[in-house]
């Protein structure tokens, strides 16, 4: 069965402490993976769209990457306003699905 | 401005009562997907759409009933609502399902 698992689930972290946060999956043939930002009584935002391993995305203060088995969104020098919650979701081979993970929540403190 | 549309935003309703959740996009997006957010469980794809009249059942979509007439709309049918669908839904968009998808304000769902 397709699985998304996102970890940790939650995150705190002092403002310009750099972080990771991960998302394993267990698809038959990725065929995409995208992560979200999500805010408070919000839709989901799109961030990085990954197609496949030892890709990279980069945007501000984070950067995405891919291997076989997972990805990782590097948060560095975070900033208050990067509190959110962060989806990782993917697009498998055998059919038209998106699996979300429930997502990472993270809380930046000044 | 490109956008995704729900109505209503919130609705409180008894069970049994038929509801419709309607979905607009202005993109020209062929594909089209329906979620429900609960805490602990994350997002899950209830059911989507390649086209028009093309659609598919996510992972949840026992209760539920879609219908893609038109490729700009796509809206939720709750025949018979129970209270276990007490939840935040949303619709999203996107050229195809490998392309990032837009979502809407959201629906918060009430059955009681």
């Known amino acids: 069965e397709d699985q998304v698992t996102q970890s940790p689930e939650a995150l705190r972290l002092q403002e310009g402490e750099s972080s990771s946060l991960n998302c394993s999956y267990t698809?038959?043939?990725?065929?995409?993976l995208f992560w979200y930002r999500q805010d408070p009584g919000k839709g989901p935002e799109f961030l990085f769209t990954l197609y496949s391993a030892g890709e990279e995305k980069e945007k501000e203060r984070l950067k995405a990457t891919l291997t076989k088995k997972e990805s990782f969104l590097h948060i560095t020098a975070p900033k208050p306003e990067d509190s959110a919650t962060y989806l990782c979701?993917?697009?498998?081979?055998?059919?038209?699905?998106?699996?979300f993970g429930k997502g990472t929540r993270l809380h930046i403190l000044p | 401005e490109a956008q995704v549309t729900q109505n209503p935003r919130y609705l409180i309703t008894v069970t049994g009562k038929k509801l419709t959740v309607t979905c607009s996009q202005n993109?020209?997006?062929?594909?089209m997907s329906w979620y429900r957010q609960d805490p602990g469980l994350g997002l899950r794809q209830i059911y989507y759409s390649m086209n028009v009249e093309v659609t598919d059942k996510g992972d949840v979509p026992e209760g539920y009933k879609v219908s893609r007439k038109e490729k700009r709309n796509f809206p939720l049918i709750l025949e018979s609502p129970s209270p276990n669908q007490t939840s935040l839904y949303f619709c999203?968009?996107?050229?195809?399902?490998?392309?990032?998808?837009?979502f809407g304000d959201g629906t918060r769902l009430s059955i009681l």
């Open positions: 698809v038959s043939g990725l065929r995409g």
């Open positions: 979701a993917v697009r498998a081979n055998r059919d038209d699905k998106i699996i």
């Open positions: 999203a968009s996107s050229l195809t399902p490998g392309q990032p998808q837009h």
């Open positions: 993109m020209n997006h062929e594909y």
